[in-house]
Nanobody
């Protein structure tokens, strides 16, 4: 069982920056694929970015060049650096840890990000 707790959300102006945090209760990197997802009102949850257990990085086309996913293995913390956010990035952002082979998937409670002037 993995507990995930997100923080760092809030109100940010377009073109500003924001950093999201996901604290895990146990070692996660090199074990789980770690990802950030988001869900806007009336829309399905979508993948934003992921670090695979092998260290690969993948981003949604809509955030490439603006968002950066990273992790701190010592702190068991996943980050999402959001630069130049846009109003369309407004959503609840969720942290996820999964191992598809073992059919394991854990979610945090989510953190609201609102991009508005």
């Amino acid at each position: 069982q993995v507990q995930l707790v997100e923080s760092g959300g809030g109100l940010v102006q377009p073109g500003g920056s924001l950093r999201l945090f996901c604290a895990a209760s146990t070692s996660i990197f090199s074990v789980y694929d770690m990802g950030w997802y988001r869900q806007a009102p009336g829309k399905q949850r979508e993948l934003v970015a992921v670090i695979t257990s092998g260290g690969g990085l993948n981003y949604a086309d809509s955030v490439k060049g603006r968002f950066t996913i990273s992790g701190d293995t010592a702190e068991n913390t996943l980050y999402l650096q959001m630069n130049s956010p846009k109003p369309k990035d407004t959503a609840v952002y969720y942290c996820n840890a999964q191992r598809q082979l073992f059919r394991e998937s854990y979610w945090g409670q989510g953190t609201q990000v609102t991009v508005s002037s």
